[in-house]
């Protein structure tokens, strides 16, 4: 009967020693602190939150192992069972199976809330930190980038004269002013602005003025223009031939392009016949500008007539000019016969280089171009030439014969300087020519010899 006693006094004294030996974990474990990451952590993970200490801590129950002492000896007040044998085994191994560690301790709301609030601090103050860093970072590079140092010196540019600095930018108006007005009083500033408000009115209006009165001059020029446009009786006349003769313009620009020459002489005369009909227009350039006027072949026409006129007219000068015995002096009938070689001269030239230039021209408009060459109208200039030289030289012999002042030497230098010319210009002397200078060259030796 004293069996089931004994051995529950056993069993309790083994548990009671296995607690002795080892304590719970919240004797020897400090309680950490759950930082506030953690917190959130594990309430994202949807864990329920642990109550407080304070809360927990009634819950726990310790017995007293002076209690378990006394009682252990106590027997029990009733036989027990026979199946009691095997409950207290069953309650032990419950008890040690349910043997939890005590929770650990959390903290209060007050505590949490002090203890965010410095770590909000905490980063308030880091983030001021890491901004004035920054900051200075920032400040550092641009002055490196601005000026960076050198590593290798470039080598030194050449000398040259040091350009003018540019000149400083103008203040700001509102520098200006306060400028202005630390320095002077306010009366000179008010009075100042009141003659630039009146100033800037009288130019705007006079620009306004000048704007009204331009447009005006412009309105005016115009129907000026436009009066005298109508009244002219030039402008009339110009409208009336071209409304009146249009028929005969037509009929003159028909001819110009269909005509046909055999020589130049009928160049020349369809020439004059045209410029008589076109003089019978108020005014030829206007009018013929409203029509298809051939004004290239027309004017080719115009020029070769022109340059055959004024040659042949020199020819024709030069060839009538004879030693009439006038009574006029040596000296200018010598310079009148200079001066028709030098026309002579200059008009071959012209004609070489109209000949160079307008020769496929008038060729493709059928103009003749025979006149041009070397057996036309220029063989007839130096057949002209030759007969200056004649008459020159026998204006110098009878100068020679009666002269007795002793200018023999200079009369006969510029004979012979004169003939070589024509000879030049020539290519060549007649026999005439010749006899007149061999019969000077007689004159030149007796003078030589003496």
């Known amino acids: 009967m004293q069996q089931p006693a004994l051995v529950q006094l056993k069993e309790r004294r083994i548990i009671l020693g296995e607690k ?34 304070v809360a927990a801590r009634p819950r726990v129950s310790r017995p007293a192992p002076p209690n378990l002492v006394k009682q252990a000896p106590s027997p029990p007040a009733s036989v027990p069972a026979p199946g009691a044998k095997a409950k207290p085994r069953a309650m032990a191994v419950a008890r040690r199976q349910l043997a939890v560690p005590a929770p650990e301790r959390r ?44 590593r290798n010196p470039p080598p030194p540019p050449p000398k040259k004269a040091p350009a003018p600095p540019p000149p400083p930018p103008p203040p700001p108006r509102q520098q200006q002013q306060q400028r202005g007005s630390s320095r002077t009083s306010p009366a000179p500033v008010s009075q100042a602005t009141t003659l630039l408000d009146t100033y800037n009115s009288m130019a705007k209006h006079q620009r306004h003025t000048q704007r009204r009165s331009a447009a005006a ?17 030039h402008l009339l006349a110009i409208k009336a031939d071209v409304e009146t003769k249009a028929e005969f313009i037509k009929d003159l620009i028909n001819k110009v392009q269909t005509s046909t020459f055999a020589n130049v002489e009928q160049v020349l005369t369809f020439v004059d016949w045209l410029d008589q009909q076109l003089s019978t227009l108020a005014d030829e350039t206007a009018v013929l500008k409203h029509f298809n006027w051939p004004e290239r072949k027309a004017d080719a026409l115009r020029e070769g007539a022109s340059e055959y006129r004024h040659i042949k007219c020199l020819v024709t000068d030069v060839s009538s000019l004879s030693d009439d015995g006038s009574p006029t002096s040596c000296d200018a009938t010598l310079r009148k016969i200079s001066s028709l070689l030098d026309r002579l001269e200059k008009s071959m030239n012209r004609l070489v280089n109209l000949r160079n230039s307008v020769m496929p021209t008038h060729r493709e408009l059928r103009i003749p171009t025979d006149w041009m060459l070397d057996s036309g109208i220029v063989s007839k200039m130096r057949l002209a030439s030759v007969n200056l030289a ?37 290519g060549g002397l007649d026999c005439e020519a010749m006899h007149k200078f061999e019969e000077l060259r007689r004159r030149v030796q007796p003078v030589s010899s003496a």
């Open 20 to 53: 002795l030996t080892n304590p719970p974990p919240y004797r020897a474990v400090e309680l950490p602190i759950p930082s506030m990451k953690q917190q959130v952590v594990s309430n994202s993970h949807g864990s329920r939150p642990a109550p407080s200490p």
């Open 217 to 233: 001059a412009a309105t005016s020029q115009a129907s000026i223009v436009d009066e005298l446009q109508n009244r002219s009786a």
């Open 107 to 150: 903290e209060t709301v007050e505590e949490e809330v002090v203890r965010l609030r410095g770590e909000v601090e905490a980063l308030r103050r880091e983030v001021q930190r890491l901004l004035r860093l920054n900051a200075d970072l920032q400040h550092s590079n641009k002055a490196v980038v601005t000026d960076p140092p050198p």
């Open 390 to 426: 004649k008459v020159y030289m026998r204006r110098v012999l009878k100068e020679l014969d009666r002269d007795t002042t002793g200018n023999e030497d200079n009369l006969v230098a510029q004979s012979v300087r004169f003939t070589y010319r024509v000879h030049q210009f020539a």
